[in-house]
């Protein structure tokens, strides 16, 4: 057999090979319980925050001050709330918001503590120990009030939340990076690249970031989690998403005094609705932190 056969033959292994890493991911996702629990409620609430309007039986920002604060029935099936409004159709809508602020807030951390990671981790020595200090720094604040004095400061807006969340984050996940760059900086892979020459940016971010997906994919959906949490904290203290909007939080800021009364529906389906969307989450990180160390 000639040795462009010989190639030909070894592609198809070489491929498959290749390949068997995902699909064991894949495969033992399809296995896990708490993945395809909390996917199946993640799942649930992107599609109330696509379609939602579709299927709502009234007009979430409607008023309807005559059948204001009605108890849970048959026609309001959360009941209503102050204004009249349906609770269930709100709780449905309200998704939208927050599963666009949350993920976005957590990409923009992502993409950032991914690249602090990769240079404190690669340069190490006065870059890792300036860097490492002023994140440390930066971490011993309290994200709430880090986002409220920003906020304050750059006003309200969905942008600002998006940002000033994803830059609280992204120290959290820079230090998960640095800790895995710092093992495969003394790989063979690592110094055969530096052999050749190649640049520092392109070892950072050709040889060593693929080698480090795995702890990035597991610190991404843990801080989606704490993000969503953070936006509905922000919205309830009128510092995240603004009114009209039917948001969990903001739905909870603006009932929460009712619950003296006895009107409890008002705050309990929207608070559930942030419980589960948490819990989701967090079953959807434990799924994945599991596949990855299988």
Not at 120 to 125: A, E, K, N, Q
Not at 235 to 254: R, T, V
Not at 260 to 269: C, E, Y
Request: glycine letters at 8%.
């Amino acid at each position: 057999m000639s040795t462009t056969e010989l190639q030909q033959s070894e592609l198809p292994s070489a491929a498959a090979s290749a390949r068997s890493p995902v699909r064991e991911v894949l495969h033992s996702l399809s296995r896990s319980g708490s993945f395809l629990t909390g996917f199946t409620i993640v799942l649930f609430w992107v599609v109330c925050a696509l379609f939602g309007e579709y299927f709502t039986p009234y007009d979430p920002l409607a008023d309807d001050i005559i059948n204001a604060l009605m108890p849970p029935s048959a026609a309001n099936w959360f009941g209503t709330d102050q204004l009249g409004r349906d609770v269930f159709s709100r709780v449905i809508v309200g998704s939208r918001d927050i599963l666009t602020v949350a993920p976005l807030a957590t990409l923009l951390a992502t993409v950032a503590g991914t690249t602090l990671g990769l240079f404190t981790g690669y340069f190490r020595g006065l870059v890792d120990d300036i860097i490492s200090r002023i994140l440390e720094a930066f971490m011993a604040i309290p994200v709430v009030i880090v986002a409220l004095l920003a906020i304050v400061a750059l006003g309200t807006s969905k942008s600002t939340v998006i940002i000033v969340i994803g830059l609280s984050f992204s120290p959290i996940i820079a230090r998960t990076v640095r800790a895995a760059v710092l093992s495969e900086r003394e790989l063979d892979y690592v110094a055969a690249a530096q052999l050749r020459r190649e640049s520092a940016l392109h070892t950072m971010f050709v040889e060593i970031l693929p080698n480090v997906i795995p702890p990035i994919l597991v610190e991404t959906t843990v801080r989606l989690g704490y993000a969503i949490f953070a936006v509905a904290t922000l919205s309830f203290m009128g510092f995240g998403i603004q009114p009209p909007s039917p948001d969990w939080g903001l739905s909870i800021a603006s009932n929460y005094g009712m619950i003296g009364g006895g009107f409890w529906w008002t705050v309990l389906f929207d608070a559930l609705a942030i419980a589960s969307l948490v819990i989701g989450v967090n079953l959807v990180a434990d799924g994945v932190q599991g596949a990855l160390n299988d």
